[in-house]
């Protein structure tokens, strides 16, 4: 039996920010290894017995102009399909079609770590489904990959990850394409998701007396089809590339399937050959601090009554200011009081880009952006250092464009952000120590590069002494002082 396969190349609704960190260029264009991630794809789906055509949904046909993947479109199997504003509006519009016949593939274009054997299992793992799901478990994924970190749907046979494949295998699956379009929004949340099938489903997912395999399977059979979940062996299968972070891990997988150097050693050569320029972030590259605001805007879009907390969160802010309260602990009560106990990782992920945008529009300064552009022209590896948690810096970073990030670590219950801090503060000498741990990493000696380094802040004098060249940006009085002592330029950037 011959598949179609479906390649989703377009963008959601918004600016995305893993797009903006490489230039703007379209998401499914982003570089990995030199080439675009929708070429990986595309050879894959081509490569496989089982595929013929491959068909290429995106929004703006014409907007793919990569090299690579103009190379690839002149396939006679490959063909493209204008998509709407919808995923599954627009998979209905041109499912069963004369372009795109059933049975039919459908998976992401974000996905370049997909090979044929992950493909073929996953079909023959449909056999015969008007529905499936692949998915990776969790114990499977993290068992190769600890640190990697994913969302995950949590039932009684475990906690499972997507892997971006989905069979259509007949026209009875237009009832499920109709109830997608109306969960979308919903696709990273177990108990939202499932309110979509019935109370029923929903309360036994949230009490995760159901295995998921058996719940794909209830649910096709009250639309009158047949659904399956299909669990995937190959750990990669759940690896897309959404955030920076997905970016370096998959970069540093393909170098290893290609017998190549991994990227941590291009980023050494980068960094030896032309030194690496550091950033701090609030009221560097900011108008104001970060933290509060970030709190905030979490306790808006999750439970706003938790701003009646205010006023106890400013009396411990005063205790710090006093120096009764430490940093740390200081953090981790906002965290507390705004954001609660624990707060779901794709709730996470849609605040922190949301805050991210909202700085883009006028809380980032303009001449902090103009220098890290001039620094990454002059070939600089570009470094944001900063106190604020890594769960919103990865946002504000891939908006700033930054190649890496050093941030203060936050506690993760699976896909749960915690209120605590995990390791040290990225802040005083916390942050020179962590900058010498990147160092190191790269696999390089201080001596080997050059530094520039960028804060408005005193505390951050061990890492100015660190540096080879520094630079007191919107200076606070104490830091002017020590600057004018020093020689260091005074930037102003506001």
């Not at 992950?118 to 793992?125: D, L, N």
């Not at 009684?156 to 109830?179: E, H, I, K, M, T």
């Not at 959404?242 to 970016?247: A, I, N, R």
Request: net charge positive.
């Amino acid at each position: 039996m011959t598949w179609t396969a479906i390649l989703l190349a377009g963008q959601r609704p918004g600016i995305d920010p893993l797009a903006r960190a490489f230039g703007g260029v379209a998401k499914a264009e982003v570089p990995v290894l030199g080439r675009p991630m929708i070429a990986y794809v595309v050879e894959t789906l081509l490569a496989c017995p089982s595929i013929g055509d491959v068909v290429v949904l995106t929004q703006d046909p014409e907007g793919l102009r990569s090299e690579d993947f103009l190379a690839l479109r002149a396939n006679p199997r490959v063909r493209m399909a204008e998509g709407g504003a919808g995923i599954s509006a627009s998979i209905d519009a041109v499912a069963g079609s004369d372009v795109a016949p059933f049975p039919i593939l459908v998976t992401t274009a974000d996905h370049p770590l997909l090979t044929p054997a992950i493909v073929e299992g996953f079909i023959a793992g449909v056999a015969g489904a008007d529905l499936a799901v692949g998915m990776v478990e969790s114990r499977t994924l993290l068992a190769a990959y600890p640190d990697s970190k994913r969302t995950w749907l949590r039932f009684g046979d475990g906690a499972w990850s997507g892997a971006n494949l989905f069979a259509l295998g007949s026209d009875r699956v237009r009832p499920a394409l109709a109830l997608w379009r109306s969960a979308e929004a919903d696709r990273k949340q177990a108990v939202k998701l499932f309110l979509h099938f019935g109370p029923v489903l929903a309360l036994r997912a949230i009490t995760r007396t159901i295995g998921l395999a058996d719940a794909i399977a209830r649910v096709g059979r009250n639309m009158g089809m047949t659904a399956r979940l299909v669990p995937l062996p190959q750990p990669e299968a759940a690896i897309d590339v959404d955030k920076l972070s997905d970016h370096r891990q998959v970069e540093g997988i393909l170098a290893t399937r290609q017998g190549g150097d991994a990227p941590a050693s291009v980023a050494a050569a980068q960094a030896k050959l032309a030194g690496i320029s550091v950033f701090d972030l609030d009221k560097t590259l900011t108008r104001h601090p970060t933290y509060t605001p970030l709190l905030i805007h979490f306790a808006q879009g999750l439970a706003p009554w938790r701003l009646l907390t205010a006023p106890v969160v400013a009396a411990v802010m005063i205790g710090h200011a006093l120096k009764l309260v430490s940093r740390r602990r200081t953090k981790e009560f906002q965290h507390r009081m705004l954001l609660g106990g624990a707060v779901s990782r794709a709730d996470v992920d849609r605040l922190a880009q949301s805050f991210a945008a909202k700085l883009d529009g006028n809380g980032l300064l303009a001449a902090g952006r103009a220098r890290i552009a001039e620094e990454r022209a002059a070939g600089r590896r570009i470094v944001l250092a900063t106190a604020a948690n890594r769960y919103y810096a990865e946002a504000l970073g891939a908006v700033l464009g930054v190649d890496d990030i050093i941030a203060t670590g936050s506690t993760w219950d699976g896909d749960r952000l915690l209120p605590e801090i995990a390791g040290d503060n990225c802040y005083g000498p916390a942050k020179r120590e962590m900058l010498e741990t990147y160092v190191e990493t790269l696999g390089l000696r201080r001596s080997d590069l050059h530094v520039r380094f960028f804060s408005d802040h005193a505390s951050d004098r061990p890492t100015f002494e660190w540096a080879d060249e520094q630079f007191a940006v919107n200076p606070s009085r104490k830091l002017r002082k020590l600057a004018k002592q020093k020689g260091w330029p005074v930037l102003e950037w506001r």
